[in-house]
Nanobody, 118 residues
């Protein structure tokens, strides 16, 4: 059973930065899995922010140039460095481990709140 635990959320001012972490445990295949960050603002659908697969990142257009996703496979931890934050980035941020050949179920973390004040 894979467990994902996010941390690093909080309050930031517009233009500021935060770094989120997602610590994964429970499988020896985590480092081989695609992982990603989603976010959900109140009253809105959950949306994909970024993914990282085999070291290759991909980003939603609305965070390109501002957010950076990375991972430390030795620690089974994924990060999301968020710079130039905007009030519209306010949301709960969730990490996800995508199912694949070796881990056949999607897993989600519990979420961490990010609030950006103007």
């Amino acid at each position: 059973q894979v467990q994902l635990v996010e941390s690093g959320g909080g309050l930031a001012q517009a233009g500021g930065s935060l770094r989120l972490s997602c610590a994964a445990s429970g499988s020896g295949f985590i480092r081989l899995s695609t992982m990603g960050w989603y976010r959900q603002a109140p009253g809105k659908q959950r949306e994909l922010v970024a993914t990282i697969s085999g070291g290759t990142p991909n980003y939603a257009d609305f965070v390109k140039g501002r957010f950076t996703v990375s991972r430390d496979n030795a620690k089974n931890t994924m990060y999301l460095q968020m710079n130039s934050l905007k009030p519209e980035d306010t949301a709960s941020y969730y990490c996800k481990l995508f199912r694949g050949t070796l881990i056949t179920t999607d897993y989600w973390g519990q979420g961490t709140q990010v609030t950006v004040s103007s």
